[in-house]
């Protein structure tokens, strides 16, 4: 399910709106040398489910986790995020997906040990 986090991250950095909040997103895992403001994509769940005909409808769940080291930082991203994913319908990047919605808002989070300010968002893509 790479490709739907791949995808999604091209989809977001050609919304000029995120593009213009964020320093970069990154996929699966932050690297060592990390550039604020961001955005990490990951999956939560694949789950597969069916329709009476058998055929196999496929619905992912994303975990956006976004850093600043600011609250308006991290706000701006979140809702640049927030309104280019929720509702969405069609073309992905090269994946066709038949919805999009923000599940989960996000939970704000600022870890002690990080001294980030974060929002954790959660996206289910149906394709």
């Known amino acids: 399910m790479a490709q739907i986090r791949q ?3 091209r989809h977001l950095l050609q919304n000029t709106t995120v593009a213009a909040a964020v320093n970069q ?8 040398n990390v550039t604020y403001d961001c955005a990490l994509l990951r999956d939560v769940t ?6 009476f005909s058998g055929s196999h409808l496929r619905k992912t769940l994303v975990q956006i986790d976004i850093y600043s080291e600011t609250i308006s930082g991290k706000n701006t991203v979140a809702d640049a995020v927030k309104d280019s994913l929720d509702g969405h319908r069609g073309l992905m990047g090269t994946i ?3 919805y ?3 599940t989960d808002a996000g939970r ?3 870890p ?3 001294r980030l ?3 954790v968002m959660e996206v289910e893509v149906a394709g």
């Open 7 to 9: 995808e999604m991250r």
């Open 25 to 32: 997103i990154y996929v699966d895992e932050l690297p060592d």
């Open 46 to 51: 694949t789950p597969l489910t069916h329709n």
């Open 96 to 98: 066709e997906t038949g």
């Open 100 to 102: 999009v919605f923000v």
């Open 108 to 110: 704000d989070t600022r």
């Open 112 to 114: 002690p040990e990080t």
């Open 117 to 119: 300010f974060s929002k």
